[in-house]
C-alpha cells in the first residue's frame, strides 16, 4: 500500500510538469504552429523562477515565501512569454519553418538556462548550493489536516501535492472547455486547421497565432518552474532532465490526441510508466533503461493507431506545421 | 444625418512576395544576418561575462586556428555534422520532415560499437568495412520505419522520427549498461583500448587521432555524391518533383511510396554513417551524448542550405568554428560553456530571419 501511494505521488509530481507543458503545446499546435522550441521554453521558465526566488531571498533576512513564490511566478511568465513571442516573430511574420525555429529555441533556451543554472550554482558557492527554501516550501506546502502528517496516508496520494498540481489541472480543463466551448476556441481551431477559411470568415489569423503561441509558451513555461521548484525542490541540477522532459510533453500531445483533458490522466500515467521501474522487484539497471522507453514507444503506438484509423478529432490540426500567407494560394 | 464611412488605406508595411533573387544577393543578406548576429552575441558577451568582446572574438580565432591539432578537431567536427546534414538533404528536398537524424546517428554508432566489441578476430580492414556496413543498416532501418508509415498511412513524419530518437537513445542508454566497464560506472569506456581493433587510423600518420583525414575525405566524397545524386540522376529528380507538389508526382506517374520509402533507408544510412564515424573515428566509445544533439542541429544546416550539400559545409563549419570558439572562451574567461549554445542560437535566429528577405520585400505605403 506504502509502494502503491508512493508510486502515485512521484508519478503525479512528475505528471504534472509535463501535463503543464503539453497543455501548452496542445494550445500552440492547435494554431497550426508546431512548436518543437517546448523543452527550452520550459528551460527558460524554470530558470527565470528561479533566479527572481534566489536573488530576492538572498537579499532580504527573513524572505517571504508568498512573496518569492509572487517574483519566481512573474519572472517565468515574462521569461516563457518572451521566448514565445521570439518563436511567434519568426514563424508568424517572418514564416520561418516552425521545426527550424523551435529546434533553435530548444538550443538556445537550454543553454541560456544552464549558463545562469551554472553561473548561479558558482554564486552560491558550488553545484546544488542554490537555496529558495521559501519559495520551494511555499510552492509544495500542502494542506496537512486533511492528510495528516504521514505519507502513507492514502489521501497523501490525492492531496498531498503543491497548488500548482492542481492550478495545472484547472489549466487543462479551462483550454479544454475554451477550445470546445467557445467562439474563441472556434476560430483558433480553425486558424489550425484552415487559415485561408478563417481569414476569409474575418478572423485575424497573425493575432489568433500570436496570441495562442504566446500563451501556450507561458503555460509550459510553467511547467519548467513547477520542475524547479516542486520536482528538484528549488535548485539547479545541469543534467537535461528539463529537455528530456520537454520532449515528453511534446509527445504527449500526440498521445492525448490534441485534447487538453486527455494530457491529464495522459501524463499521470506517463508518470507511473516512468516511475515503475522502481516498485518492479528483480529488475537490473538494464532493463530499468527499457521501461524507460515505454512512454515513447506508447506514443508511438497511438500515433500510428490514430493514422490508420484516419477519425477527424483525432488527427492532428491539418495546417500544423506550414505557413500562411495570405497572397499565396 | 451623415453616414461616417470608414476610410480603408493601405498599411503602412506590407509583406510581399520576391522571386527570383540573385544567388549573389541571396548570399549577401546571409553575410548581413551572420555581421549582425556577431555583433548582438558580442554585445551579449559583454553583458553576460564583461569580456572584451573584439578579444574574445580573437580567442575565438585562435581557437580553431591556433595550431594545426585545433584545425583538425574543427574539420572532424566539420565533417561529422556536415555528413548529418547530407543525410538529411534528400529527405527534406522531398519534404519529408526527417527530425530522426540524432537517432539514426545513435544505432549506427551502437551497430558499429557492437562490431568493434564482438569481430575483434577480423583483419582491421574487413572489420572497418563490416562496421560501414553494420552502421549503414542500422541508420537505414531507423529511417525505414517512418518511411513506410509516411508512405502507406500518411503518418506524420515530424512526429516519428523525433518519438523514433527517444526510443534510440533509451536503446544506448540499455546497451551502455550492458556493455558497462565496471558495475554501476555507466560508461563503456574505450574499446579494444590496447588492439585499437576497429579505430580508423589517420590518413598522413598510423597514430590514432592525430589527424582526421579519412574522416573527412569520407565526408566529402559522400556529399559530392549526394550533390550529384540530387541533381542528375532520375531519383533525384522524382525526389524533386514531390518535394514541390505530392500531386504533381502522382499525375506524372511517379510512385510516390516507392520514392519515400527508399529515400528515408538513404537518409537514415547515410545518418547512420555518422555514428559509425563518431565512434570508431574519433571516441572509440559509445554513449547517450555519442550524437549530442548534433542530429538536430543538423535539421537546421540543412534547412539553411536549402538542401544544398555544398553549402552545407559553410554552415556546418561556421557552427563548428563557433562551437570551438565558445568553449574556449569558456574555459579562459572561467564562464559557464553553455555561453557557445546562447551564441550558436542567436546566430541561428538571425540566419533563419535573414531567410526572410531573401524570399519577401517589405513595401512602404505608397510607394512602388
Avoid at chain 1, 268 to 292: D, H, N
Wanted: aromatic residues 12%; glycine residues 12%.
Amino acid at each position: 500500500m506504502t509502494d502503491l501511494i508512493q508510486l502515485m505521488h512521484s508519478a503525479i509530481i512528475f505528471g504534472t510538469v509535463i501535463m503543464l507543458g503539453a497543455v501548452g503545446e496542445i494550445i500552440t499546435e492547435k494554431a497550426g504552429h508546431l512548436n518543437l522550441g517546448v523543452p527550452g521554453i520550459m528551460y527558460i521558465g524554470g530558470i527565470s523562477g528561479l533566479v527572481a526566488s534566489f536573488f530576492y531571498e538572498n537579499s532580504v533576512a527573513e524572505p517571504s515565501g508568498v512573496i518569492s513564490v509572487i517574483l519566481s511566478l512573474t519572472a517565468t511568465i515574462i521569461g516563457s512569454g518572451l521566448a514565445g513571442l521570439l518563436y511567434g516573430f519568426l514563424t508568424v511574420t517572418l514564416r520561418t519553418n516552425q521545426n527550424v525555429t523551435g529546434l533553435t529555441l530548444t538550443i538556445m533556451g537550454g543553454g541560456i538556462a544552464n549558463f545562469f543554472g551554472g553561473m548561479l550554482s558558482k554564486y552560491a558557492g558550488g553545484v546544488g548550493k542554490i537555496s529558495t527554501d521559501a519559495a520551494s516550501s511555499a510552492y509544495r506546502a500542502y494542506f496537512t489536516p486533511l492528510t495528516g502528517n504521514s505519507t502513507s496516508n492514502p489521501l497523501y496520494a490525492i492531496f498531498g501535492y503543491g497548488w500548482m498540481t492542481y492550478v495545472a489541472i484547472a489549466l487543462a480543463v479551462a483550454a479544454h472547455l475554451i477550445l470546445k466551448r467557445t467562439r474563441v476556441g472556434l476560430g483558433l481551431r480553425a486558424v489550425g486547421e484552415n487559415p485561408a477559411t478563417a481569414d476569409a470568415a474575418g478572423i485575424n489569423v497573425s493575432k489568433y497565432k500570436y496570441v495562442a503561441i504566446i500563451i501556450g509558451s507561458v503555460i509550459s513555461g510553467l511547467g519548467g518552474l513547477y520542475y524547479t521548484m516542486d520536482y528538484v525542490y528549488g535548485t539547479w541540477i545541469i543534467d537535461g532532465n528539463i529537455e528530456a522532459l520537454g520532449w515528453l510533453a511534446v509527445a504527449l500531445v500526440i498521445f492525448t490526441t490534441w485534447k487538453p483533458i486527455g494530457a491529464i490522466w495522459g501524463a499521470y500515467l506517463f508518470g507511473v510508466l516512468y516511475w515503475s521501474y522502481l516498485y518492479i522487484p528483480g529488475l537490473t539497471r538494464q532493463s530499468q533503461e527499457i521501461f524507460k522507453m515505454l512512454p515513447y514507444v506508447v506514443t508511438l503506438g497511438v500515433l500510428i493507431v490514430v493514422s490508420l484509423r484516419k477519425k477527424k478529432e483525432n488527427l492532428p490540426p491539418d495546417h500544423l506545421g506550414l505557413p500562411y500567407f495570405r497572397e499565396e494560394r | 444625418m451623415s453616414v461616417s464611412k470608414k476610410k480603408h488605406t493601405e498599411p503602412l508595411l506590407r509583406v510581399v512576395k520576391y522571386e527570383g533573387m540573385s544567388r549573389s544577393r541571396r548570399w549577401l543578406v546571409r553575410l548581413i544576418a551572420v555581421l549582425a548576429s556577431l555583433i548582438v552575441s558580442g554585445i551579449l558577451i559583454v553583458l553576460l561575462a564583461g569580456i572584451n568582446p573584439i578579444k574574445v572574438y580573437g580567442t575565438m580565432i585562435r581557437a580553431s586556428f591556433g595550431s594545426s591539432r585545433l584545425v583538425w578537431n574543427l574539420l572532424r567536427d566539420t565533417s561529422t555534422l556536415l555528413l548529418l546534414g547530407v543525410g538529411l538533404a534528400p529527405a527534406f528536398a522531398m519534404r519529408f520532415w526527417n527530425i530522426g537524424a540524432e537517432g539514426q546517428m545513435l544505432v549506427g554508432g551502437i551497430a558499429t560499437a557492437f562490431c568493434m566489441k564482438y569481430f575483434t578476430g577480423m583483419p582491421t580492414f574487413l572489420l572497418i568495412i563490416v562496421m560501414v556496413l553494420a552502421s549503414l543498416i542500422a541508420g537505414a532501418l531507423w529511417g525505414l520505419l517512418p518511411g513506410i508509415f509516411k508512405a502507406f498511412w500518411n503518418t506524420n513524419e515530424t512526429l516519428f522520427t523525433l518519438m523514433m530518437n527517444y526510443i534510440a537513445i533509451q536503446f544506448t542508454a540499455f546497451m551502455v549498461a550492458q556493455w558497462e566497464v565496471g558495475v554501476g560506472n555507466n560508461t563503456v569506456g574505450v574499446i579494444n583500448p590496447d588492439g585499437h581493433e576497429g579505430w580508423l587510423p589517420g590518413l598522413f600518420t598510423s597514430a590514432f587521432n592525430k589527424d582526421y583525414g579519412i574522416n573527412v575525405l569520407l565526408v566529402l566524397a559522400v556529399t559530392v555524391a549526394m550533390f550529384i545524386y540530387l541533381r542528375y540522376s532520375k531519383h533525384g529528380y522524382e525526389i524533386s518533383v514531390i518535394g514541390d507538389s505530392v500531386n504533381t508526382a502522382r499525375y506524372a506517374g511517379i510512385n510516390v511510396k516507392k520514392v519515400y520509402i527508399r529515400t528515408m533507408v538513404l537518409s537514415g544510412a547515410v545518418c547512420g554513417l555518422a555514428g559509425f564515424l563518431a565512434v570508431s573515428g574519433v571516441s572509440h566509445s559509445i554513449s547517450t551524448s555519442t550524437a549530442g544533439g548534433r542530429g538536430f542541429t543538423a535539421i537546421i544546416v540543412a534547412w539553411l542550405a536549402k538542401f544544398n550539400t555544398f553549402s552545407m559545409i559553410a554552415i556546418a563549419a561556421l557552427l563548428c568554428f563557433l562551437d570551438q570558439g565558445a568553449l574556449e572562451i569558456a574555459s579562459s574567461c572561467n564562464v559557464n560553456t553553455y555561453v557557445s549554445k546562447i551564441i550558436t542560437g542567436v546566430i541561428l535566429f538571425f540566419l533563419l530571419a535573414g531567410e526572410f528577405f531573401t524570399m519577401y520585400r517589405i513595401k512602404v505605403r505608397g510607394k512602388h
